[in-house]
């Protein structure tokens, strides 16, 4: 592997690594199931020995919360491509998907087509990983792109992307590492492709209190919430991915209205806690909610 390539695919490892973990623990206790995780992460054996609750509760001493927040984000998404395929959806784009294994683990229908975008140095990697018989390969187009530097639509439609076929889009995890004036274009051109069918977009991004006013942004009580926010922003700078974008929920409601998108869901860890965690007997005391990213569903 190049040095390059490691840096390009750090933040994509880190998320795939938080699903390993998850899926590691019992089936009555995951929130998440993703057997294909492990093909991305690097010392994935370890991990597997250590277990599911030694990980989390590793991972609960650097910043707790952190592994619960990207599991719900995950599984809220999960949800989201599950209901859209059974309701009419054909096509479904994935922006920035890194090592998501959504395509093939989630059992969606073979005429859903799908279309993962990201850098060609990642998509490089994971195409040379992933097992020749995973599920539904055939229904996956990759597409790369450089959302600071290309076109979307140029790609996807070069791609076969169908203008009248009702779509969905997932930007997960993503909005942070890019510019603002790409994410609005990015914004832009998702509404012109889509402006003849319907379209359902699901986008999370950083809340700016992070930056600005780390305690507001964690729940009640959460322990040195300004030193946790600093070390999470920093890791992230040191795989070379910094986060440079932040968002307050007006200024994305205003970027997705003004290009046709009505905002119909914005949840945080505290709003998914009951829904996911407590079901499984996981429920997160106060102290451990990390609200720093919201989910947002907005429809087209
Ligand atoms: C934190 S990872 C999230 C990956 C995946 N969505 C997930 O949740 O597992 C961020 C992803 O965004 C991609 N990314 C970051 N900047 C990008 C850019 N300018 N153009 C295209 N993809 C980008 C990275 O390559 C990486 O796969």
Redesign the pocket.
């Known amino acids: 592997m190049t040095r390059s390539i490691f840096r390009?695919?750090g933040?994509?490892q880190?998320?795939?690594k938080q699903?390993l973990i998850e899926t590691l623990a019992e089936p009555d206790k995951r929130v998440i199931n993703d057997p294909h995780a492990n093909g991305f992460v690097a010392g994935s054996g370890l991990m597997k020995l250590m277990g599911h609750k030694l990980n989390v509760s590793l991972s609960a001493k650097i910043a707790p919360g952190f592994h619960e927040h990207?599991i719900a984000?995950?599984r809220f998404i999960d949800d989201l491509i599950r209901d859209c395929a059974a309701n009419g959806t054909e096509q479904y784009v994935?922006?920035?998907?890194?090592?998501?294994s959504r395509a093939h683990r989630l059992g969606l229908p073979p005429s859903l087509r799908i279309f993962e975008?990201?850098?060609l140095e990642?998509q490089t990697r994971k195409r040379s990983k992933l097992p020749k018989d995973i599920p539904n390969s055939a229904s996956v187009t990759y597409v790369s792109?450089?959302?600071?530097?290309q076109s979307l639509s140029q790609q996807l439609m070069a791609a076969g992307f169908d203008q009248s076929r009702p779509t969905v889009f997932?930007f997960?995890?993503?909005s942070q590492?890019?510019s603002k004036e790409?994410v609005a274009s990015t914004i832009e051109e998702l509404a012109l492709l889509t402006q003849e069918t319907s379209a359902a977009l699901f986008m999370s991004y950083v809340d700016e209190l992070l930056d600005t006013n780390p305690e507001a942004c964690f729940g009640k009580g959460y322990p040195r919430a300004a030193k946790r926010a600093e070390m999470i922003m920093g890791l992230s700078g040191r795989v070379g991915?910094p986060w440079i974008s932040f968002y307050t929920a007006e200024d994305l409601e205003r970027l997705l209205s003004k290009n046709g998108f009505s905002v119909v869901d914005n949840k945080t860890l505290a709003d998914l806690n009951s829904v996911y965690f407590t079901p499984v007997g996981r429920t997160l005391s106060e102290d451990q909610l990390m609200n720093l990213e919201h989910f947002v569903v907005a429809k087209g």
Do not use: P, S
């Open positions: 390009k695919d933040t994509a880190g998320v795939a699903r990207l984000r995950t994935i922006l920035g998907a890194g090592y998501d975008v990201d850098q990642v792109v450089d959302f600071n530097h997932t997960e995890g993503v590492y890019v790409a991915e």
